[in-house]
């Protein structure tokens, strides 16, 4: 996604907007990398972002020892929340304008289920993973999505995953001519490879021969994709990977198709 890091949005830098959102607390059940917020929350996620900016203020001025930053982060002080209750009036203000601008530029939209309470976009999503680095062009880009197809055709053909590529769609600026990009943004499907044996017991063997202990059921099962996803990422900053649900769920966004993969005949269950 194309971000001008030197833009504002309701007055607030671009980089701030995007920790902020991603900062939001996650979606219900089943709306993967989908952020919910109210005004209230976005209040509470700017105060805390003030109050960041106060924490390394005071290192770069000597007053705080660097190595204490995490621990001054998590412990707001009460000095300082006292002292700021202007602040604290100025960030609900802020919050209500920026929720304001982010309908209008299609990040957020509200919720069916709830009032007051709104979701990100596939557009917001894609801000979220932006990062402010040096643009590539076209042919960088070009040989990072090579990479990326590379790579799925090596996971579904190995025996030790759990999880199948089925399809990958660029969209964003990929699919335009542009010939300077921040980032690919890429969408992709998966399939949950089962032979007959219970999925939570493949999830828990796998964790385990992974070196993960994971207890949490929601963290298992999820795993065998997280490795998929990390594999086809191979840690470029470059590469913005999302779920096909996104991609689907928002705004119409243009795309295209650049792999499909149909798995052997066998038991499957589709994510």
């Known amino acids: 996604m194309k971000v001008d890091w030197n833009a504002t949005l309701a007055g607030l830098r ?4 995007r ?3 991603a900062a939001a607390p996650s979606g219900a059940t ?6 919910r917020f109210s005004v209230d929350t976005l ?3 700017l105060r805390q972002q003030t109050w960041r900016k106060h924490v390394d203020e005071q290192i770069a001025l000597g007053r705080i020892e660097k190595r204490l930053r995490a621990s001054h ?3 707001m002080h009460g000095k300082f929340v006292a002292a700021n209750q202007k602040l604290d009036r100025q960030h609900a203000a802020k919050a209500k304008k920026l929720i304001a601008a982010l309908l209008r530029e299609s990040y957020i939209i509200p919720t069916k289920d709830r009032g007051g309470i709104y979701k990100t976009t596939t557009k917001a999503n894609a801000l979220k993973m932006a990062k402010a680095v040096k643009r590539m062009d076209r042919a960088t880009a070009e040989a990072l999505v090579k990479g990326v197809l590379e790579r799925a055709c090596d996971i579904n053909k190995r025996k030790d995953l759990l999880v199948w590529v089925t399809e990958i769609r660029a969209f964003g600026s990929y699919i335009t001519d542009a010939q300077e990009l921040g980032d690919v943004d890429l969408a992709g499907s998966y399939l949950k490879r089962i032979k007959g044996q219970d999925w939570t017991t493949l999830c828990r063997a796998f964790a385990r ?3 993960k202990n994971l207890d949490a059921l929601s963290g298992m099962f999820s795993y065998p994709e997280k490795v998929v996803k990390m594999l086809l990422k191979n840690r470029s900053p470059r ?3 999302h779920d096909m649900e996104d991609l689907e769920r928002g705004d119409n966004w243009p795309s295209k198709l650049i792999y499909r993969w149909s798995p052997p ?3 499957k269950t589709r994510r």
């Not at 671009?14 to 907007?17: G, N, R, T, Y």
């Not at 089943?30 to 952020?35: D, H, L």
């Open 73 to 75: 982060l998590k412990n």
């Open 265 to 267: 005949m066998q038991r």
């Open 43 to 45: 209040a509470d996620i």
């Open 19 to 21: 920790d902020a959102i």
């Open 30 to 35: 089943g709306e993967i990398g989908v952020n």
């Open 239 to 241: 590469i913005s990977l």
């Open 209 to 211: 021969a992974n070196g």
């Open 14 to 17: 671009m980089m701030d907007v």
